[in-house]
T-cell receptor, first 115, second 113 residues
Framework: SQTIHQWPATLVQPVGSPLSLECTVE??????LYWYRQAAGRGLQLLFY??????ISSEVPQNLSASRPQDRQFILSSKKLLLSDSGFYLC??????????????FGNGTRLTVT | QKEVEQDPGPLSVPEGAIVSLNCTYS??????FMWYRQYSRKGPELLMY????GNKEDGRFTAQVDKSSKYISLFIRDSQPSDSATYLC?????????????FGQGTTLQVKP
């Protein structure tokens, strides 16, 4: 069966510090990968998605970047965090390649607090 | 206007009640519909996934889609305190391979023992 791992679960970082959040998927190949941010009372906002290695699409302009160095690895980064980057970051995957229009499956998220 | 509208609640019901959660959407190109359950400090978990208009049942859960009204619902029968969570509706067009979903804001449900 497929599993998705996301770490760390919580993170407290000072303003101006760098960020690296990692997500890996097991049990599948060629997944579509996604980074979402969830702010309180504001629903899920898609930040980045990737349909393959090295292929990154950005949905909103922001202080963050994403990379996909391997098929089942997705990384969310920032060179200098802002207070507004605080939030709950969720990684997700879908099996779009094998099963078009398949749903997304989420990891358990990273709660980031920028102080 | 948001593409998917969902009343954030909170919705509080007694244990055993039938719960009705609803979303409306504006884009008739949306073809696939999902309901996710999210417990506090956890990621969303897929509950129901449906394509066609009509009902889909899974245990105590029933998803209903009315494409003519652009209205989707999730019914929970015999609600339990463990059903207390935030419920998110989501949809997509199915016209590309990006797999991007459009989410509602989520409805917070509390089932009281």
């Amino acid at each position: 069966s497929q599993t998705i791992h996301q770490w760390p679960a919580t993170l407290v970082q000072p303003v101006g510090s760098p960020l690296s959040l990692e997500c890996t998927v097991e049990g599948t190949s060629n997944p579509n990968l996604y980074w979402y941010r969830q702010a309180a009372g504001r629903g899920l906002q898609l930040l980045f998605y990737s349909v393959g290695i090295g292929q990154i699409s950005s949905e909103v302009p922001q202080n963050l970047s994403a990379s996909r160095p391997q098929d089942r690895q997705f990384i969310l980064s920032s060179k200098k965090l802002l207070l507004s980057d605080s939030g709950f970051y969720l990684c997700a995957w879908s099996n779009e390649f094998r099963t078009p229009n398949s749903p997304l499956h989420f990891g358990n998220g990273t709660r980031l607090t920028v102080t | 206007q948001k593409e998917v509208e969902q009343d954030p609640g909170p919705l509080s019901v007694p244990e055993g009640a039938i719960v009705s959660l609803n979303c409306t959407y504006s884009n008739s190109a949306f073809q696939y519909f999902m309901w996710y359950r999210q417990y506090s400090r956890k990621g969303p978990e897929l509950l129901m996934y449906t394509y066609s208009s009509g009902n889909k049942e899974d245990g105590r859960f029933t998803a209903q889609v009315d494409k003519s009204s652009k209205y989707i619902s999730l019914f929970i029968r015999d609600s339990q305190p463990s059903d207390s969570a935030t419920y998110l509706c989501a949809t997509r067009t199915g016209s590309s391979n990006t797999g991007k979903l459009i989410f509602g804001q989520g409805t917070t449900l509390q089932v009281k023992p």
